[in-house]
């Protein structure tokens, strides 16, 4: 599949060529800014929204944008959000490799640990986020959107909803599948205290 003004060059390398603007949500996965950075591009934090992608993505010239929950936006595509231009291209390297998508991912899943998306009910969730701001602060803190903690070998974000009464949770260790578990029910457990 071509679409005007991308060059599709696999999932592995995410329609990156050198000096390409990236935009990326808040839970910023570690995996997605390695790749970026080693292909020569530029990846940028963005808030989760479509309107907000869809305003960075033209002031930065950014190709492409995605989010956690499955959102893909794409320059050539007026900046808009698209499931059909995201699944052609994984469908076309998956024929082109002859390969299954476990294997494709298998390289990303061996070294970056997600915890995935996890909502939690909460009464205050201001109140929740200084909770973490104040147990983390040892740790570099961002505020675009919710709260991101990072460490050298984890990080994590937590952001209210902006359609329910939620606070979502997304953590991502570099060490292992189980210091993953151990730090996601650390937070878990301070979120839904």
Known sequence: MK???VKPIGCDKLLVAAGVVIVGCVERLKEVADKVQELGGTALVNRVGHAFFKT???EEGGVFGGEVSGHYYFRSFYCADSGTI???LILELLSERSARMSELLEQYRSRYFISGEINSEVADPHAKLEELSARYADA?????DGISIDYDDWHFNVRPSNTEPLLRLCLE?????EDMERRRDEVLALIRA
């Open 3 to 5: 679409v005007a003004g």
């Open 56 to 58: 960075r993505m033209r």
């Open 86 to 88: 995201p699944a052609l």
């Open 140 to 144: 570099d803190q961002h505020r675009l």
């Open 173 to 177: 260790s570099l060490v292992s599948p």
